[in-house]
């Protein structure tokens, strides 16, 4: 679970100044909360599980108008918003919601843009039951909480629909450059803030398509790639370069940068170096990193094979180790592509599992068999060196650890071994480290995370930031992209005044 | 976007490819590699930089036709387009004034060679360099390799040369004939750096292979690219290409590079279909 967050007072009297407005209150007269109590949450419209588990369409199909305008009755438009306090990028929650039961839908994605740059994305892979849902006064009140995100995709989706993508006022040029150092959620969210306010931004993004995670990781059924282009075209729209296939450190180091006459840097690199269990036959054929068995088919589009190019391993049987969003979204993956066993092996319960409980959900439904307090041990070859079996070990709960969970302990002579043909071990990744290998004056924490004064996400370099996983491992994308936001506020007064 | 500047067949199989990216000119170290995608469809495969030139802003690699991305490479004309054209990647090869220094080439590792050879060469070294092809009619850049080499021995697999000559025999020859070898660097197909590791060993010889395993991003992200030397799993984009040879765990790294032939085949038939219907 997040922790809430600190309302600024700038928020707090901004959210004022919209609940105060006459339309608000009526509004809120116009339905007692009696009444507004009496809706019931409405049900995301799903595709079924039997077809969709056999393509990459999206999952989830969207609420319509109706639908967003009965869920937006259920807020009560309170007070004092719990829900904006969970949000690490700010969005005034309430407005947004009453402009859609107003049925001001254009007014209603204004608000939203205010503060997040790219709400088609938020809507579908924020943990809002973590982030705004789970502060939500209605939550806890009845225990089911206004359906934040639901709403929010829904009215990026309706601007999309409308094709009339609504761009803000620019101010003048300030003569400030600024260079983004990678295009995943954190750079990007840094270059939409930086632009608006009239800096010069350029993104510099070592692959060939910009979204970082939002592209080479989560899969096309949880966010179609189409969406994410669309979001990348509003913040080119905002005046914003896009430089690809640019590997800062090896293309040109930050100092070349600097000589070229940028300003203001941040990082945003992410968690681009896969972990792995180091346990025997780890490098056989068919055990992928999770990074890489999902780049090859959301990237380069491997499920398309041979159409496209780039071929991977089409398992019958297969295993994902790990129990977070990455492994759902390889284990999902991997049955799309035909496996007839898709199986997630984690070593902790189900309890613990930091996989997102709509994923998990998801997941069940279309197949995918669950093998908790399981580890493996070692991966077995054939004679061509292609992984054929596993051998696991069953493991039970013992006291909690230092993440507060309890610790699973090995069961003795709980020793199997089980054919699989396809292994993605998605354990979690560390921070990309070419950027601080080629800036050696940019301090790196312990797990070469670099190192940032949280209130500013000002790096150990004076005009450089940072946020995202390159600071944090491996987070979420809206915390990256609450980073960036953090960031640009500080950047924004660094170009201005030439100090932080 | 880069540009294709020349691409021209060398001999039967082997094609350069010159592509405008002054960037890449710019910071381009003997050793290192770039990665191209021929097409919005293609596969992202990394190619050694055979040589560069700052002032044009270009960058030259040689490849070898063996699948579906090769054979796209291979049609490409001067000023066609390349969606993916990033680098230079991988740390440059060490260079320094080691004393006596054997380079062995083999097929696209002749051109691969021959930046470390100059380097070598600039930096004080006696260069002997070997190259070697499977047979005479496809040598190229000897008069290249000539210039910045002491010595030049060229072998090839058929009836004008001897079979004495090849490269593993040629280097077991040296190091005995020779007074003091220092270090060796072979650059070619994993069998013939194989083959330079293991003739090298008895003698404890330090001997530089440039490894080329099957690659995606490039830049440590994926991991497809590991292998395992001293025991270790390392990523041969961000901790190589080059790696002592004596350490690398070779049959893992045979059977790794073979992890998609079936689908090369498959691909290559789709592609021809597509082309001649």
């Given at each position: 679970m997040t922790e809430k967050l600190e309302i600024s007072a700038e928020l707090k009297a901004r959210l004022k100044a919209e609940y105060d407005k006459d339309w608000r209150k009526e509004l809120r007269k116009s339905l007692p909360v009696k009444e507004r109590m009496k809706?019931?949450?409405?049900k995301m419209p799903e595709r079924e599980p039997e077809k969709r588990n056999r393509d990459f369409g999206e999952v989830n199909k969207g609420l319509d108008l109706e639908a967003a305008v009965l869920e937006a009755r259920r807020c009560w438009d309170c007070a004092n918003p719990g829900c904006v306090s969970g949000c690490p990028v700010s969005i005034d929650i309430p407005s947004f919601i009453k402009l859609i039961e107003k049925r001001d839908l254009v007014a209603s994605v204004r608000k939203i843009k205010e503060t997040n740059s790219l709400p088609a994305i938020c809507g579908r892979v924020c943990p809002q039951e973590t982030q705004c849902e789970i502060v939500c006064n209605l939550r806890k009140a009845t225990g089911v909480p206004v359906a934040i995100g639901n709403l929010e995709r829904f009215i990026s989706d309706f601007e999309r629909g409308e094709g009339k993508v609504f761009l803000p006022e620019i101010p003048p040029s300030t003569g400030k450059k600024v260079a983004v150092i990678g295009a995943g959620p954190a750079g990007l969210t840094v270059a939409g803030e930086l632009a608006k306010k009239g800096h010069r931004v350029t993104i510099f993004e070592a692959l060939h398509i910009a979204g970082g995670v939002l592209v080479y990781g989560i899969p096309e059924f949880r966010l179609p790639k189409a969406i994410l282009k669309a979001e990348v075209n509003y913040l080119q729209k905002l005046g914003v370069e896009l430089r690809m296939s640019y590997v800062v450190g090896k293309t040109a180091t930050l100092e070349d940068l600097k000589k070229d006459g940028y300003d203001a840097f941040f990082i945003g690199t992410g968690a681009g170096l896969p972990n792995f269990m180091r346990i025997p036959g780890e490098n056989l054929v068919g055990v992928y990193s999770a990074n890489e068995y999902l780049t090859r088919v959301n990237l380069m589009r491997a499920y398309e094979f041979p159409v496209y190019d780039t071929p991977v391993v089409r398992g019958k049987r297969a295993a994902v180790i790990g129990g977070g969003n990455v492994a759902m979204d390889s284990v999902r993956t991997a049955k799309r592509l035909g496996a007839e066993l898709a199986a997630i092996i984690y070593r902790r319960s189900r309890q613990e599992m930091p996989a997102r409980e709509e994923e998990v959900k998801h997941a069940e439904e279309e197949g995918i068999e669950f093998h908790l307090l399981t580890t493996p041990l070692r991966y077995i070859g054939d004679e061509q060196g292609r992984v054929k079996a596993m051998e696991c070990l069953r493991m039970e709960l013992g006291e909690p650890d230092s993440s507060g969970r309890r610790k699973p302990v090995p069961v003795q002579g709980s020793e199997f071994i089980t054919e699989v043909d396809l292994v993605v071990v998605a354990i979690g990744q560390s921070p990309n480290p070419l950027m601080a290998q080629t800036t050696p004056e940019l301090r790196v924490g312990k797990w070469g995370n670099l190192e940032v004064d949280w209130k500013t996400m000002g790096t150990s370099m004076p005009g450089v930031f940072a946020g995202g996983d390159i600071v944090r491992g491996g987070a979420t994308v809206i915390l990256a992209m609450g980073d960036g936001r953090l960031a640009a506020g500080e950047m924004d007064r660094y170009l201005k005044c030439g100090q932080r | 976007m880069a540009k294709v500047l020349r691409r021209e067949r060398l001999v039967p199989n082997i094609h350069l490819l010159e592509v405008h990216a002054p960037e890449v000119a710019r910071k381009s170290r003997p050793g290192q590699f770039i990665i191209v995608m021929s097409?919005?469809?293609g596969e992202r495969i990394p190619l050694t930089i055979a040589d560069w030139d700052a002032k044009r802003g270009s960058v030259t690699s040689i490849f070898m036709l063996v699948g579906t991305s090769t054979q796209k490479l291979s049609l490409l004309q001067a000023g066609d387009d390349l969606p993916v054209y990033v680098g230079p990647l991988g740390r440059p090869s060490d260079i320094q004034n080691f004393g006596t220094v054997v380079c062995a080439g083999g097929c696209f590792g002749i051109a691969a060679i021959y930046p470390i050879a100059r380097a070598l060469k600039q930096a004080g070294n006696r260069v002997l360099t070997l190259i070697d092809v499977k047979a005479s009619y496809l040598f190229y850049w000897e008069d290249k390799l000539k210039k910045v080499s002491d010595r030049l021995f060229v072998s090839a697999r058929d009836s004008r040369y001897d079979s004495k000559e090849y490269i593993p025999y040629k280097l077991d020859s040296l190091l005995k004939a020779e007074k003091k070898i220092d270090r060796v660097v072979a650059i070619g197909c994993t069998y013939l750096m194989y083959r330079c590791a293991e003739a090298t060993r008895p003698a404890g010889v330090k001997t530089m292979v440039s490894l080329n395993p099957i690659m995606v991003d490039g830049t440590g992200m994926c991991g497809a690219c590991r292998v395992t030397a001293d025991g270790k799993t390392k990523f041969a984009c961000v901790d190589g290409p080059d790696f002592d040879g004596h350490t690398i765990d070779w049959p893992e790294l045979f059977s790794r590079r073979k992890s998609y032939f079936d689908d090369e085949v498959k691909s290559l038939c789709a592609f021809e279909r597509e082309r001649f219907p």
């Open positions: 809706v019931p949450r409405q | 097409d919005e469809r």
